[in-house]
């Protein structure tokens, strides 16, 4: 066989390959965001709030939820001086129609995702939105991205809308604001 057609076999080789894997690529490599548990709430200049919808629960008052907030800065907490982060999560307890929050637990993690810092908070009281420490912005934020959720009693969770459905309200709620 000459070198030209075992470089054109190869070619063609390369090209059926392609046709064969470019789709399945294309398709990993898709909008990853619409199929992430992590639904954004809020995007700040210095921070950005997602709510984890794998994790939302059905409480008798409300919903129990897990958010995250990632710095576009290292923090430093809970002193000046110590170890730097620059995301932390959240779990708290919202009752939207109440418009209060229970705040539950919260850890901090370095850059390398070790986590720095855990406070609980068992004689955490229920609080309105606007004196609790996530501030009322942010909690309205995320009772509209709850409302787009419906909870069952005694169910974990039950998603009515496909993520990307839900992505999609989102992004347009954030717009409006």
Known sequence: MSVEQNSLR???SNRRLTIIV???LIACAGPSHLHSPWVIVTKGPRAT???DTSRIEART???RVHLQTKFTEPAYRPQ???P???????SLDVDCDARQALSLEAIVFDSLRQPVHRETYPQAQWEGFREHDLGEDILTD?????????????AQREVVADRATVAAEVIG???ES
Do not use: K, Q, T, W
């Open 80 to 82: 000046v001086g110590g």
């Open 142 to 154: 995320l009772c509209r991205i709850l409302a787009r959720f419906r909870l069952r009693r005694g």
């Open 61 to 63: 008052r409300g919903s």
């Open 22 to 24: 470019l789709p399945m």
């Open 49 to 51: 709030v997602s709510l």
């Open 84 to 90: 730097a982060y620059d995301l932390a999560e959240a």
């Open 173 to 175: 709620l954030n717009r």
């Open 10 to 12: 190869r070619r063609r």
